[in-house]
């Protein structure tokens, strides 16, 4: 019904930048909250930021605010997460997910995408 495709992932030294995107398809872009999630080696899947259908309202966990950013590109279909100022701790597999119009970090995300790995280096 709606699929995700990550891409932007890589190998980055530590305080670089990276730009993760996130392609859906299947179903109106527009009417889908997104969000981007991580999970590092022998660690949960954890929030990393949420962003509502018209772009308006957007949520961060701690640890990245202030240095990423999430935005949305309706006409392209496509969501964005901006990395800056990378740190070790980043290195993760990042997943887009959509889910309810303005969803919020506890909401429950019903779709995924297969990830894309990030890798910050020291």
């Known amino acids: 019904q709606v699929q995700l495709v990550e891409s932007g992932g890589g190998l980055v030294q530590a305080g670089g930048s990276l730009r993760l995107s996130c392609v859906a398809s299947?179903?109106?872009?527009?009417?889908?909250?997104l969000g981007w999630f991580r999970q590092a080696p022998g660690e949960e899947r954890k929030f990393v930021a949420t962003?509502?259908?018209?772009?308006?309202?957007?949520y961060y966990a701690d640890s990245v605010l202030g240095r990423f950013t999430m935005s949305r590109d309706n006409a392209k279909n496509t969501v964005y997460l901006q990395m800056n100022s990378l740190k070790s701790e980043d290195t993760a597999v990042y997943y887009c997910?959509?889910?309810?119009?303005?969803?919020?970090?506890?909401?429950?995300?019903?779709?995924w995408g297969q990830g894309t790995q990030v890798t910050v280096s020291s």
């Open positions: 997910a959509a889910g309810p119009p303005r969803p919020r970090p506890d909401s429950s995300f019903a779709y």
């Open positions: 299947g179903r109106a872009f527009d009417t889908l909250g």
């Open positions: 962003i509502s259908w018209s772009g308006d309202i957007t």
